[in-house]
């Protein structure tokens, strides 16, 4: 492991928490499994590439869990070698995390929008000890991977899995399709599981506080999500 890696992505006091977004219904799930899991650990039936039109539910452990739809991604995003199906099942494989709290907002407003009825919150972790421990599985992504931009044609990138920097190569690679530097990351992911959680678990962020396992309330903060 290159600790000067994790001390350079973290160096900045912005940067130093990663943040997971997901559901309030999801929480007690999360903290009984002390892990966040890709849906394609959790669910292989429903991550082989085939997009999500819609969120399903799981159960884990007689615990229900909802795994998210997938955005739709225009064909025109998408890099000539990597098919849809292809970028799915590589997404499917991977834990996401913002590297930013508004990073991690602006996923949640948007949500919010798409879902006004539902609950959310966001799990802040030290990032430091997070990187170091999942140092082998940890990739870095420079765009927002599991959405599309509005106006295709303008972007100067494609959509494939070779957007996906593992951490041990950070800074070693100058591809403008990956980061080069702290400020370029845009998601962490982290392939298949992460955990222990309490070991790294900072802050809840959640408006819906008696949703909250009680172990986790004592780390709770309200949740402000604008959804205008």
């Not at 309030?24 to 997009?51: C, K, M, T």
């Not at 997070?130 to 927002?144: E, N």
């Amino acid at each position: 492991m290159n600790t000067s890696i994790i001390e350079d992505i973290t160096k900045s006091p912005l940067r130093r928490s990663l943040y997971h977004f997901t559901r309030v219904s999801n929480l007690q799930a999360i903290a009984n499994l002390d892990s966040l899991y890709s849906s394609a650990f959790l669910s292989p039936e429903f991550s082989r590439g085939i997009r999500r039109s819609e969120a399903r539910h799981i159960y884990v452990n007689d615990q229900s869990i909802v795994l998210n739809a997938h955005l739709r991604i225009q064909p025109e995003m998408m890099d000539p070698d990597t098919t849809e199906e292809q970028f799915r099942a590589c997404l499917d494989h991977h834990v996401f995390l913002w590297p930013t709290e508004r990073d991690c907002l602006a996923m949640a407003n948007m949500y919010s929008r798409r879902e006004p009825n539902e609950s959310f919150a966001i799990l802040q972790f030290a990032a430091y000890e997070l990187l170091a421990d999942h140092f082998a599985t940890v990739k870095l992504s420079k765009y927002d991977s599991g959405s599309s931009p509005r106006y295709p044609h303008r972007t100067s990138y494609r959509k494939s899995c070779r957007m996906f920097l593992p951490l041990e190569s950070f800074r070693q690679i100058t591809d403008r399709l990956v980061p080069t530097k702290p400020s370029e990351i845009k998601e962490v992911l982290v392939e298949d599981k992460l955990g222990p959680l309490s070991k790294y678990l900072q802050t809840i962020y959640c408006s819906e506080v008696l949703q909250v396992p009680i172990m986790w309330r004592p780390l709770v903060k309200p949740l402000i999500i604008h959804n205008a």
